[in-house]
């Protein structure tokens, strides 16, 4: 029995012995387990929102002076600021518009209405300060009920574009609401928040009479109070605001990391980068989040767009940014998705190099950005590393040949210069990343066949798939999701976690769109191995 004891003690001994070393060394991506830990998807989080300019009346002293009428007044409407709220009436048919702020295409725009009697319209207003140019959005009103929103372009003087989008079934006009325009730098989403639930109106594109993001544009625009009433009609306005926001969705999750592609942790916080979603692909926008790697408290620090030395600011996105000791500069790749809010003019996605010596993570940010000079529109998702044993930046990405697939490249440069040293995998690839399990790098992507692949780093070779519980998709979802693994140091809950996104959509949305998704949190930790030794019974 003394025997038989000591051996059973040998072997638990053997086996901590063998789950320790898996933990601090050993471990391989096919040992971890990812749990899920925490799910939220951020639509239009006001608590999340970076203030740009507003309109706020019980702050106001002298609305004249602080919010000017702009434009042509008709009807002498009364205008006043009564119970910290901003009130117009009509007595005969009346239009005024007041400046509220500045301009910037990639903002979101709320107008908050308590209260309106009567019939007519009232909205947000973006006009030429310098020539007769304007966009709007405002809510039709018939007898004190909305009823739709319409959408008007005027371009020199002459009207182009007038639509009316009708409140869809079920979409209840309870006041107070919000008009919402989420701007999308070559078109808008038009929002109708009611009883705390945003809900899609209309989705109009303006690339055809106006390029906003060209800078000498965008800056003669301002942002306006918008209201035209029948007699005896009037509104009270709660607040107008323009913010930076998260948006109605979130994907494209990518660490902010060093050279080496050790992740980022500054603040106590986690920086990464992900995509703010619009709609089509000329419509998203580049986001910078934080985290604090211990809990799931995800928040919005800004937006970075990028410049190519044209005259324009490009909403690119899928980014890999990494801070660089050396020359003191943020660095990184994008892929120019804003091409195709202009290929009519022969602009083509490609990927980018970008850098700044400004810290381009909170507020609102611009980067430098040029080709790296791969074949353009073949290629997405790119993340880099400096691999210091090879003396070469290493990238993998998603390159296209009938579906994307995942590729590995190097150069002595990190801007440029890049050639293949790995063909692409066979299977569909998404969200391509390096990361580091254990002592070893690896290469990991999603799939449309509802799995995560890794594979060896460099040379792409079978090495298994991540172990998901719960995984971000079902039956009904897509499954091409961002794996996004980050070591973290000791002293958090999990030596790694993964942050994921879903693929589905807003609700409402024309295909094809891609407003997908919500996040979640995975805690992943080293699997039981299986039993070296059998037990002598």
């Given at each position: 029995m003394i025997v038989r004891s000591i051996s059973h003690f040998a072997h638990l001994v053997l086996s901590v012995i063998v789950v320790s070393g898996l933990a601090q060394a050993e471990v391989t991506p096919e040992h971890l387990e990812f749990r899920r830990q925490a799910t939220q998807r951020m639509i239009f989080d006001r608590d999340q929102e970076i203030p740009l300019a507003g309109l706020h009346p019980a702050k106001v002293v002298e609305l004249d002076l602080m919010h000017p009428p702009v434009g042509t007044t008709a009807g002498d409407p009364t205008v006043e600021i009564h119970a910290g709220k901003l009130q117009i009436r009509a007595t005969q048919a009346a239009r005024v518009d007041r400046w509220v702020g500045g301009f910037n295409p990639f903002a979101s725009y709320d107008l908050s209405l308590d209260k309106i009697v009567g019939s007519g319209e009232v909205g947000i207003l973006f006009r030429d300060s310098e020539q007769e140019n304007r966009l709007s959005a405002s809510l039709l009103v018939s007898s004190g009920t909305c009823s739709a929103i319409r959408w008007v372009v005027v371009k020199d003087g002459k009207e182009v574009v007038r639509k009316d989008f009708p409140l869809p079934e079920g979409v209840e006009p309870v006041l107070p609401m919000r008009l919402r325009v989420q701007m999308l730098a070559v078109g808008v989403n038009l929002f109708l928040e009611t009883r705390g639930q945003s809900h899609l109106i209309g989705y109009p594109d303006f690339f055809d009479h106006f390029e906003l993001r060209q800078k000498s544009t965008m800056q003669k625009f301002e942002f306006c109070l918008h209201t035209d009433l029948h007699a005896g009609a009037s509104v009270v306005i709660n607040e107008m605001t323009a913010?930076?926001?998260?948006?109605?969705?979130?994907?494209?999750?990518?660490?902010?990391?060093?050279?080496?592609?050790?992740?980022?942790?500054?603040?106590?916080?986690?920086?990464?980068?992900?995509?703010?979603?619009?709609?089509?692909?000329?419509?998203?926008?580049?986001?910078?989040?934080?985290?604090?790697?211990?809990?799931?408290?995800?928040?919005?620090?800004?937006?970075?767009?990028?410049?190519?030395?044209?005259?324009?600011?490009?909403?690119?996105?899928?980014?890999?940014?990494?801070?660089?000791?050396?020359?003191?500069?943020?660095?990184?790749?994008?892929?120019?998705?804003?091409?195709?809010?202009?290929?009519?003019?022969?602009?083509?996605?490609?990927?980018?190099?970008?850098?700044?010596?400004?810290?381009?993570?909170?507020?609102?940010?611009?980067?430098?950005?040029?080709?790296?000079?791969?074949?353009?529109?073949?290629?997405?998702?790119?993340?880099?590393?400096?691999?210091?044993?090879?003396?070469?930046?290493?990238?993998?990405?998603?390159?296209?040949?009938?579906?994307?697939?995942a590729s590995m490249w190097e150069s002595a440069a990190w801007d440029h210069g890049y050639s293949r040293i790995s063909d692409p995998v066979e299977m569909d690839s998404t969200g391509t990343s390096i990361a580091k399990v254990g002592s070893k790098r690896y290469a990991m992507f999603g799939s449309a066949d509802r799995k995560v692949y890794v594979r060896s780093y460099p040379g792409l070779e079978p090495a298994g798939e991540l172990n998901i519980h719960l995984p971000p998709w079902n039956e009904d979802h897509g499954t091409r999701i961002w794996p996004n693994v980050i070591p973290l140091p000791d002293g958090y809950p999990a030596p790694y976690i993964a942050l994921m996104m879903d693929r589905v959509n807003f609700p409402g949305m024309p295909k094809q769109n891609w407003t997908y998704g919500a996040l979640y949190l995975y805690h992943g930790h080293p699997s039981q191995p299986q039993e070296l030794l059998e037990r002598d019974d």
């Open positions: 913010t930076l926001s998260p948006g109605c969705g979130q994907a494209d999750i990518r660490a902010i990391t060093r050279p080496n592609g050790e992740p980022l942790i500054d603040e106590g916080r986690l920086w990464f980068t992900m995509t703010v979603r619009g709609r089509g692909l000329p419509h998203p926008l580049q986001g910078v989040f934080s985290m604090n790697p211990s809990v799931f408290d995800v928040k919005f620090e800004g937006i970075i767009v990028f410049d190519m030395g044209d005259g324009m600011l490009r909403n690119d996105l899928a980014s890999h940014l990494f801070y660089d000791d050396a020359s003191k500069e943020w660095r990184g790749w994008t892929v120019g998705f804003s091409a195709y809010g202009n290929d009519a003019k022969g602009a083509q996605k490609a990927v980018l190099a970008v850098s700044s010596k400004r810290d381009p993570r909170k507020g609102f940010s611009i980067m430098r950005a040029k080709p790296v000079g791969l074949p353009p529109g073949m290629h997405e998702d790119p993340h880099g590393i400096y691999d210091a044993e090879a003396g070469k930046w290493r990238m993998l990405l998603a390159e296209h040949d009938g579906k994307f697939r």
